[in-house]
């Protein structure tokens, strides 16, 4: 894939992404736990794997002159993914925390781009950047006070508006 194909595969990807937490606010954020799981058990199982059967498919004088480490951070992956996976649905009030987060990063990081192009931009296109760190504020104000799946659909329409922001600025910039 060459790489002029990643801007839009992003906008693709981030508007998926923000049609399925609108449309299934209450699952998403347990499949999204579910997944940072694996993708932390299924490395760390690998690189343990790959140490037993390195480690006892030597023979002692390989061991002793060529000693393996026990990769203890593979160990803690596969735990802390284990962790995620069975305790998906208590970790919902740190993903708020953290989708907030992100779209306040997006949008500080889409204003700082629209600074940075050398051509004259009208106010308006701040607006959507603008959009999106005002929701993030919103959600990191009000963590407890509401729900969870309103909190998705938030980030669900945060991601449309990012995806919405990108295409025009894809569009500008050529």
């Known amino acids: 894939m060459r790489p002029s194909y990643y801007p839009i595969l992003r906008i693709v990807l981030t508007l998926i992404a923000g049609v399925a937490m609108i449309l299934f606010p209450g699952e998403i954020l347990s499949y999204i736990a579910i997944l940072l799981g694996f993708l932390l058990i ?4 690998i690189q343990l794997i790959r140490y037993g059967v390195v480690r006892f498919k030597r023979n002692r004088r390989d061991r002793r002159y060529h000693p393996m480490k026990f990769p203890f951070i593979a160990l803690l992956a596969v735990i802390a993914g284990v962790a995620i996976v069975v305790l998906s649905h ?13 779209l306040i990063f997006v949008g500080g990081y889409e204003i700082i781009a629209l600074i940075r192009t050398k051509n004259k931009l009208k106010v308006a296109v701040y607006l959507l950047p ?5 929701l993030g504020i919103f959600i990191l104000v009000n963590p407890l006070h ?4 309103m909190i998705v659909i938030m980030f669900g329409v945060g991601a449309i508006i990012y995806s919405i922001n990108e295409v025009v600025y894809l569009l500008m910039k050529d």
Do not use: C, D, K, N
Not at 130 to 134: A, E, N
Not at 146 to 149: E, G, K
């Open 90 to 102: 208590e970790l919902v009030g740190i993903f708020s925390i953290l989708l907030a987060s992100a």
């Open 130 to 134: 603008t959009l999106l760190i005002l």
């Open 146 to 149: 509401l729900i969870p799946s």
């Open 42 to 45: 299924i490395p760390g199982a």
